[in-house]
């Protein structure tokens, strides 16, 4: 058994800082570590939402929350606001964290499906804190002194300036003895067994490693240009290939959510952050040309312009292994998924600590290879059938392109999850895939699939006694939410950039 000694990691932006980040906190003196980045090369740096999950990476590093969102112009984000998906129109939240409050073996959905016929009932958003307090604009921290109340159990993330969080974090793993080396890399050697022996940059220096960490964006440097690992397409399913950000000046209200609003041919994001509020727009060029995508995302901005669009090209899927030989490809050099559920840094994040728990000596044993790759691919498809669910799941049939996402047909894996909370509103988590049972539920209720039947369980708690479970519930996290700041008060008062 060899310790490797040395890790070269290709690409900087959010990807390769975040690596360099964390590899600079764990190992820092056990491995020499390099980053190349070329300023003359740009970064895509779209990806400014993220999901609770951040909060692990950031525990890792030992950060401090409120300076990392002073530093990075950050906001928080309490879910994602979908607007005209189901039908133009309707709205709903995907909330983070949990909805309502379980009674006896059943979560609470059961019991609201059972009182809907009724029409008693609210609004599904009124069962969250987290979706009550973000369609109103309120925001704080969960308080883990009142575990009993709604407000122990908020549940956020976080929204930033991309280019900022790769900077923090450039600075941060600098300190802790990560090296970086600028300029461009001219090519790539492999031994004659496959595996990476150095890149040669531009100006002709040779530099060696044992292990490579590929973060050169959608090109691959290592592991498709030199290593030609190959590509698994999924865009028979999501067809959406381009993508054009645009920023715009900060408006009112602060809200503490992300925003999609479903177009004639994809989608666009809203972010708000403390200083100007990104935009986007997410299309498939088979059903909208540029021009007019440009148009309609410009159309709909809700401040002053404040720069030209960033225009992407992508196709969805993943590397058929995003671990080879002694190659591992984060990132976008890994894959990619449309930003639809803020997943883009999650998929960075975890790559990176499967990485860590997986990390190898300089045998690169298969079996520890192939493993992470299971994983790998587990988490991408369980991530791509949530994202799929959206547009499946639509009744939408104003354009070509959503009726091809209504009639589409879907992975086995998706539809086995659709048919079975159709019929009575069970959802089960499976292993270890991202998206809880909460998630699940809020996006198919929002999404317009209620489901036929409900737990039998339900009927043991009579009409009346559901009635009062149900209002409990909406009254309390009504009274948490009127005590709660709103989005810019609690910005303001602990972590104004």
């Known amino acids: 058994m060899k310790q490797i000694k040395r890790v070269l990691i290709v690409g900087g932006g959010t990807a390769g800082w975040m690596a360099a980040a964390l590899l600079g906190k764990l190992f820092e003196g056990l491995y020499e570590i390099v980053l190349i980045e070329s300023e003359a090369i740009g970064t895509v740096g779209v990806g400014e939402a993220t999901i609770p999950a951040i909060k692990k990476y950031n525990e890792l590093l030992g950060l401090d929350e409120n300076e990392f969102v002073r530093k990075t112009q950050g906001s928080f ?22 909805i309502g409050q379980d009674l006896g073996w059943l979560r609470m959905h059961h019991y609201w499906l059972k009182a809907r016929p009724r029409g008693d009932v609210a609004d599904f958003a009124a069962y969250s804190i987290n979706t009550a307090a973000a369609l109103a604009n309120k925001f704080m921290r969960a308080d883990p002194k009142m575990a009993e109340s709604p407000i122990g159990h908020i549940a956020h993330a976080f929204q930033f300036d991309a280019g900022l969080y790769a900077k923090f974090l450039r600075g941060y793993a600098e300190e802790r003895g990560i090296r970086r080396r600028e300029g461009k890399v001219g090519s790539v050697q492999l031994r004659e067994d496959g595996f990476v022996d150095s890149v040669t940059m531009e100006d002709g220096e040779t530099i060696a490693a044992d292990l490579f960490v590929d973060c050169s964006g959608f090109r691959g440097l290592i592991i498709e240009q030199a290593m030609q690992t190959g590509y698994e397409t999924w865009t028979q399913w999501l067809p959406c290939d381009r993508a054009m950000a645009v920023p715009c000046a900060r408006t009112e209200p602060f809200t503490p959510y992300t925003r999609s609003t479903a177009r004639t041919a994809g989608w666009q994001w809203r972010i708000p952050l403390q200083h100007r509020t990104g935009n986007g727009h997410v299309y498939s060029s088979a059903y909208i040309s540029d021009e007019d995508a440009e148009a309609m995302l410009l159309a709909n901005l809700d401040g002053e312009q404040l720069a030209e669009p960033n225009r992407l090209r992508f196709v969805t899927g993943k590397r058929r292994q995003t671990w080879n030989k002694n190659c591992v490809a984060i990132g976008l050099a890994s894959g990619f998924l449309e930003p639809l559920e803020s997943t883009s840094i999650h998929l960075i994040q975890s790559a990176i600590i499967r990485m860590v728990r997986l990390l190898p000596d300089t045998a690169f044993d298969p079996a520890t290879i192939a493993e992470y790759n299971r994983q790998t691919d587990f988490e991408y498809e369980r991530i791509r059938d949530f994202i799929i669910l959206h547009y499946k799941a639509t009744e939408r049939d104003d354009t070509e392109f959503w009726r091809y996402c209504r009639d589409m047909e879907v992975p086995a894996t998706l539809q086995r999850k659709i048919d079975l909370f159709a019929a009575n509103g069970r959802v089960f988590r499976e292993d270890d895939e991202l998206f809880t049972e909460e998630s699940w539920i809020q996006v198919f209720l929002g999404q317009g699939i209620v489901p036929r039947g409900y737990d039998p369980l339900a009927d043991i708690k009579s009409d009346a006694q559901v009635a ?13 939410v009127g005590v709660m700041p709103t989005h810019a008060e609690f910005i303001a008062k602990t972590c104004a950039a």
């Open 77 to 98: 984000k309490l879910g994602i606001d979908f607007v005209d998906w189901w039908r133009k129109g309707e709205r709903y939240i995907h909330g983070f964290g949990v």
């Open 468 to 480: 009062q479970y149900l209002g409990n519930i909406e009254t309390v996290i009504r009274k948490c």
